[in-house]
């Protein structure tokens, strides 16, 4: 199984750093990235950096009691956060949290994304609830997912922003991404006159496709090889690598399915 060491891991988080900045996802020093090194340690951002110029250096490590034990930059105080992700969830292997403005508007507007509007939102999400406001720089934030983060991967934050988790970083990432999408997409509808979930029927079809890729809850815990102390595979990684060009096959096969059910309603 391919496993990277912390240099790799400290690129992957300058990388997806960039990534959110140049997409709009943060402003200013907002948002916080972290990867789990191993059951005590997690590398993160450090607070007042903008994620779009961050260097490898720059990095912290941070123990699961919330204690830095590393970096010359002091920690954000939203990793509290992330630790209690990491706490809860034991398949989980990085967090992503930012702003990004269509996702965050439902946020401000006091909505969750939770029906069924496109199939790769069903498949890939499932939904995404609504967490209420909780005061920044403190654990109340995390706190605040606590009913859904058992069968959930991406929470809205009232009045905050998003807070997404993967077995990677990339996976993590990618789950902003489908999440800000839709979110765009729903808004477009809703500018158009209403959005219109996908039948009821075909809902459970999207949901056994899910389960088949390795999506649905329970999952199984990370593992980490003795000696090296990074994670091994798991259940959500596999996913996240899974095989695209048959889900994007089942997605348009569904999509398909969804338009003639229009047709004829
Ligand atoms: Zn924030």
Known sequence: MFEKNQTELRADICEVGRRIWQRGYVA????NLSIR???????????GVSKGFLKPDMLVIVDMAGKQIDGHLKMSSEILMHLEMYRERCDVGAVVHTHPPYATGFAVYGQGLEAPTLPEFVVALGGVPLAPYGKPSTPELGETVRPWIQDHDVFLLQNHGALSLGGDIYQAYYRTETLEH???????????????????DEVPYLEQMRENLGLGFPRECLTFQPGSRQPAATGAGRAANGDDAALEALVAKIAERVVRQMRRS
């Not at 059951?39 to 450090?46: I, K, M, N, S, Y």
């Not at 839709?182 to 009821?200: E, H, Q, V």
């Open 182 to 200: 839709s979110a765009l997409i729903t808004f477009i509808a809703r500018c158009l006159g209403r959005d219109t979930p996908i039948s009821a």
């Open 37 to 47: 090194l191993d059951q005590e340690r997690v590398l993160a951002t450090p607070t």
């Open 28 to 31: 200013y020093n907002d948002g």
